[in-house]
């Protein structure tokens, strides 16, 4: 056990390294000078200078690395050109509104998901089966701005049910009206994923010798689907959705900008219209910690929950 | 001369038609899918014989007209025709999405082909950049490289075609494993072949078909991703038509002119639903046993 964690700590220290550089290329392989893309073409040589100055640009390409990635590591990841804030602060800010998004549509489209891409495994190749897979390639095509959209006009438009925008007051009603529309947008589209991913898993496990076992023995074919397939199934399931997380967090950033609702997607966008390269920088190293922290969690869990992972 | 110089490469190619015209009936919705997907090309090239109206020629008296004879999807707020702008929009979809799968595909096959050939520390160090390069949001990735190298279509390309590579990498590796150990490679081992001449001669065709049907799906992802992008404002320059750039100018006025997303959206979704269900299919009829798997 001590050795797999090791080797999958080593594994994440690098990868960390490794996609710290990658930002680290990236953000210096924009055309031309950065100063003088930030302060545009009318910016006196004093401007840029002072700026090349003020943002490290004059000192040798190593010490420049060298104090990005311990700035990284310790915890500071850059301040906005434009409002001059810490970036984590700028992020802490509106994280709860992405967090709270994620979540609610993660569930939606669990509680939609699962219970669909069971019954389409265990009908399969019958009318609820192709209802259901003809139903989640149509959620998987949508892309979720387009979803959005359509939800936007519908329910907020021609219907006015729903606020155009989501401001969000303190009282409770205001708050539901305001994640409805996001978070069904958001939610079908997870559960469509989920659906494809459940279905499969499960038409793999219903195969297998021990529930063909355990139907023989006279166990309830309900009792078996639940009990047996699906405990077995949800191992892979899993996994996927946290793979799924990546595309999720690129989804609620559409989701955001259309329903104008505050959150990670308004920053990161509003640091591109602004050319705030300092920003985006600092999210892309906030996005990769995640990302390598989730990864190397989802894989000791893993792991403790099924010992062949760690003889791979 | 041997049996096997009479015409052996007519006997291949029915070989192939015949196998490709079996994985289409196996699942008949691929047919609908290709259908759909073909007749969105054939609008694409012939665009200016299909819609004659200049996609680009504004008319201010004649802006934010709902669909008429003249202009069967209306006209935009600076007095364009949709549908013009739809046609013309289609190409560049289509060249962004081909060009990005494509250069996904033969970098993400190499890359997984190698791993999976050489195997060790290689392969675990290969696979486990992939596996990172996955598990960031694809969307944030292709809009950064976007952001920093400038919107351009080539730069546009090159994003997409990054964020796609780790699925082609893992598609190609899997098989490359299973298929080192066959007889038919320690055949060529013994005949003295070259490392590359085994893989790129022998191993490559057998695992070609599964890499294809995953690039009907990608192409549909690339598409996707770049109306996202071109929707975020990071596309080719305007007035360049593109659907997620229509769909963006159009959402201003989406209180009183709903067509003008509406037109675009609709375009988007009947592409890679179409694209989708041909994939799909096909991957049904090479590989029954992974039905459905996403």
Redesign the interface.
Do not use: H, W
């Given at each position: 056990m001590t050795a797999f964690l090791i080797r999958r700590l080593g594994?994440a220290v690098?990868?960390l390294f490794?996609?710290l550089t990658l930002v680290f290329v990236?953000?210096r392989?924009?055309?031309g000078d950065p100063a003088q893309v930030i302060l545009g073409d009318q910016a006196s040589q004093e401007a840029i200078m002072a700026l090349r100055e003020k943002l490290g640009l004059n000192r040798p390409i190593h010490a420049q690395y060298l104090t990005f990635i311990s700035g990284a590591l310790v915890g500071d990841w850059g301040t906005s050109m434009v409002t001059g804030r810490p970036v984590i602060q700028e992020v802490l800010n509106v994280l709860p509104w992405t967090i709270e998004l994620t979540l609610i549509s993660l569930v939606i489209g669990i509680v939609i998901g699962v219970p669909l891409g069971i019954a389409?495994a265990v009908k399969r190749n019958r009318f609820t089966d192709y209802a259901a897979?003809i139903a989640s390639?149509?959620g998987?095509?949508?892309?979720?701005?387009?979803s959005a959209?359509?939800l936007?006009?519908g329910f907020a438009?021609l219907l006015p049910w729903f606020p155009?925008i989501s401001a969000r007051s303190g009282s409770a009603t205001a708050w539901f009206q305001s994640i409805t529309l996001p978070a069904i947008n958001l939610g079908l589209i997870t559960a469509a994923?989920i659906t494809?991913?459940t279905?499969?898993a499960m038409?793999?496990v219903l195969q297998e010798d021990y529930v063909r076992t355990a139907r023989a023995k006279g166990v309830p074919i309900n009792a078996v689907i639940i009990r047996h397939a699906l405990r077995n199934a949800l191992i892979p399931v899993i996994t996927?959705v946290g793979?799924y997380?990546?595309?999720l967090?690129?989804?609620s950033?559409?989701t955001e900008?259309?329903f104008s609702r505050p959150g990670l997607g308004k920053l990161?966008?509003g640091a591109?219209?602004q050319r705030d390269?300092t920003m985006?920088q600092g999210m892309?190293v906030i996005?990769?910690l995640v990302?390598?922290v989730?990864?190397l969690a989802t894989d000791i869990a893993y792991g403790v929950a099924d010992p062949r992972v760690k003889l791979k | 001369m041997s049996m096997t110089d009479i015409a052996p490469a007519p006997s291949r190619l029915r070989y192939i038609w015949n196998a490709t015209l079996r994985a289409f009936n196996t699942n008949k919705t691929s047919w609908v899918g290709l259908v759909i997907f073909v007749i969105v090309v054939f609008l694409a090239i012939f665009a200016p014989i299909v819609t004659p109206l200049d996609p680009l020629e504004q008319n201010i008296l004649q802006k934010l007209k709902p669909p008429s004879a003249e202009y069967i999807m209306g006209t935009d707020g600076f007095g364009r025709d949709i549908a013009s702008r739809l046609t013309h929009g289609a190409r560049i979809s289509l060249i962004i999405g081909l060009a990005s799968t494509v250069l996904a595909m033969v970098i993400g096959s190499a890359i997984g082909m190698l791993a999976g050939w050489k195997g060790g520390r290689t392969d675990i160090l290969i696979m486990?950049?992939m596996?990172?390069l996955?598990?960031?949001?694809?969307?944030?990735l292709g809009?950064?490289?976007v952001?920093?190298?400038?919107p351009s279509m080539m730069n546009i390309i090159i994003a997409i075609a990054m964020t796609s590579i780790p699925p082609f990498a893992r598609i190609a590796r899997a098989p490359t494993i299973a298929m080192k150990e066959r007889e038919f490679v320690d055949a060529c081992r013994a005949l003295g072949f070259s490392d590359m001449r085994i893989v790129a001669g022998h191993i490559l065709p057998n695992i070609l078909p599964e890499i294809l049907v995953m690039g009907s799906l990608w192409l549909?992802n690339a598409i996707?991703t770049e109306?996202?992008l071109a929707?975020?404002?990071?596309s080719v320059k305007p007035p360049t038509p593109t659907w997620g750039g229509m769909?963006r100018e159009g959402?201003e006025n989406?209180?009183d002119s709903?067509w003008l997303?509406?037109a675009p959206?609709a375009a988007?979704?009947i592409v890679?639903?179409a694209l989708?269900?041909l994939g799909?299919g096909l991957r049904d009829a090479i590989d029954p046993?992974?039905?459905?798997?996403?």
């Open positions: 594994f690098v990868t490794a996609v990236l953000v392989i924009v055309p389409a897979r390639l149509l998987l095509s949508f892309p979720p701005f387009v959209l359509l936007l006009l438009i155009v994923y494809r991913v279905r499969s038409l793999e996927i793979l997380l990546g595309i967090i690129g989804n950033v559409l900008i259309v990161i966008v591109l219209n390269y985006l892309m996005y990769t990302v390598v989730v990864n | 486990q950049a596996d990172v996955l598990a960031f949001p694809s969307l944030i809009l950064i490289i952001a920093m190298l400038g549909a996707r109306a996202s929707f975020i404002g990071l769909i959402f989406i209180l709903a997303v509406i959206s988007i979704l890679i639903f989708n269900l799909d046993k992974l039905k459905g798997e996403s």
